[in-house]
C-alpha cells in the first residue's frame, strides 16, 4: 500500500463548478497534513495546511479524518487558474521519518 | 525574501556520466530537503539535513548518489554514474524547522541519455 494515496485522474470539470480530491494515509502516527498546488513543469507550492477541525481559504476547503485517515480538498467556483496538479502532503508517514510524504498527486483541468 | 536558489535549471548528460547539482535555501532555513520528482509521479524524498547534519537519507541510492551540506548553508547533490532511470527534476527544498512549511526552489530538470 502507498505511504499517500490519491486518484490520479484527471478531474475535466467547467468553469464555476465544485469539484473534490481525496487522499488517504497509511501512517495512523502522522502529525501533519498539507496540500500543495503544483502547476505544468514548476515546484510544488503550499496551498492550505489541513487541520482536524477543518478549515477554509476561500474558495478552499480541506477536512481531516483521522480515524479514516483521509484528507480532502474542496474547490468551489472553479476558475480556470485552479488548473494544476494537487498534491496531498503527510509528514511521518514512515515511522520515524518527519520529512513531508507527498501523493502523486491529481490532475485538475478547468474547461471554459 | 529571497526564494530557495537551485542551479542549473537543465541538465542533459549520457548515462555513466557524472553531475552535480547546487541548492542554496532561504536565509536562516535549517532544514534542506532534496527530493527526486518522476514525471507523473509525487516528489520522493532523498535525503534531509538538519544543519550540516544528515536526518535521513533511507531512500538514498547510495551507490550512486551522494550528497553533501558543508557549513550548513548550500548544498550539492551528485550522481555518478548516471543512470537512464535517473532522469527526473531534483528539487531543493528548505525549511525553518522540521515541521515546518516548506518552500521549493524551481527544481533541476536532469536527462539522462
Known amino acids: 500500500r502507498k505511504e499517500v494515496e490519491q486518484d490520479p485522474g484527471p478531474f475535466n470539470v467547467p468553469e464555476g463548478a465544485t469539484v473534490a480530491f481525496n487522499c488517504t494515509y497509511s501512517?495512523?502516527?502522522?502529525?501533519?497534513f498539507f496540500w500543495y498546488r503544483q502547476d505544468c513543469r514548476k515546484e510544488p507550492k503550499l496551498l492550505m495546511s489541513?487541520?482536524?477541525s477543518g478549515n477554509e481559504d476561500g474558495r478552499f476547503t480541506a477536512q481531516l479524518n483521522r480515524a479514516s485517515q483521509y484528507i480532502s480538498l474542496l474547490i468551489r467556483d472553479s476558475k480556470l487558474s485552479d488548473s494544476a496538479t494537487y498534491l496531498c502532503?503527510?509528514?511521518?508517514?514512515?515511522?520515524?521519518?518527519?520529512?513531508?510524504?507527498f501523493g502523486s498527486g491529481t490532475r485538475l483541468q478547468v474547461q471554459p | 525574501e529571497a526564494g530557495v536558489a537551485q542551479s542549473p535549471r537543465y541538465k542533459i548528460i549520457e548515462k555513466r556520466q557524472s553531475v552535480a547539482f547546487w541548492c542554496n535555501p532561504i536565509?536562516?532555513?535549517?532544514?534542506l530537503y532534496w527530493y527526486q520528482q518522476i514525471l507523473g509521479q509525487g516528489p520522493k524524498l532523498l535525503i534531509q539535513f538538519q544543519n550540516n547534519g544528515v536526518v535521513d537519507d533511507s531512500q538514498l541510492p547510495k551507490d550512486r548518489f551522494s550528497a553533501e551540506r558543508l557549513k550548513g548553508v548550500d548544498s550539492t547533490l551528485k550522481i555518478q554514474p548516471a543512470k537512464l532511470e535517473d532522469s527526473a527534476v531534483y528539487l531543493c527544498?528548505?525549511?525553518?524547522?522540521?515541521?515546518?512549511?516548506?518552500?521549493f526552489g524551481s527544481g533541476t530538470r536532469l536527462t539522462v541519455v
Open positions: 502532503v503527510v509528514n511521518g508517514a514512515f515511522t520515524g521519518r518527519r520529512a513531508l510524504t
Open positions: 489541513v487541520y482536524s
Open positions: 536565509s536562516g532555513h535549517a532544514t
Open positions: 527544498a528548505s525549511s525553518l524547522t522540521q515541521d515546518g512549511g516548506y518552500t
Open positions: 501512517n495512523s502516527a502522522s502529525q501533519s
